[in-house]
Nanobody, 128 residues
Framework: QVQLVESGGGLVQAGGSLRLSCAAS????????VGWFRQTPGKRPREFVA?????????YYGDSVKGRFTISRDNADNTVYLQMYGLKPEDTAVYYC????????????????????WGQGTQVTVSS
């Protein structure tokens, strides 16, 4: 089983940037599709942000972040990144990474219910 730890959140002014990391421990990240989701208090379900196949060859983004966020991964380092540019106050949320093992190296998953493993989340706050 894989354990996930997010980091890189913080407070940033509108227009700024942050890079979130999702580090895996317990086993290799190879074979896992990974997604980033975010959640604000009282809002369900978690909003889809981005997903990347374990090959890295397929990446998809939620409409609200397309063109501003970039997901990438380093399987050798067991880490997935979310680079965020042009941050807006509405990006304020707790960001979670999820992982799901899948035999298809190009499989991606948009729905939070598809993921089996989750990190504890990292808070991103964007001030206006």
């Amino acid at each position: 089983q894989v354990q996930l730890v997010e980091s890189g959140g913080g407070l940033v002014q509108a227009g700024g940037s942050l890079r979130l990391s999702c580090a895996a421990s317990g086993r290799t990240f190879r074979g896992y599709v990974v997604g980033w989701f975010r959640q604000t208090p009282g809002k369900r379900p978690r909003e889809f942000v981005a997903t990347i196949s374990w090959s890295g060859g397929r990446r998809y983004y939620g409409d609200s972040v397309k063109g501003r966020f970039t997901i990438s991964r380093d399987n050798a380092d067991n880490t997935v990144y979310l680079q965020m540019y042009g941050l807006k106050p509405e990006d304020t949320a707790v960001y979670y990474c999820g992982a799901k093992i899948h035999p298809d190296s190009d499989y991606v998953a948009w729905g939070s219910s598809e993921y089996n493993y989750w990190g504890q989340g990292t808070q991103v706050t964007v001030s206006s």
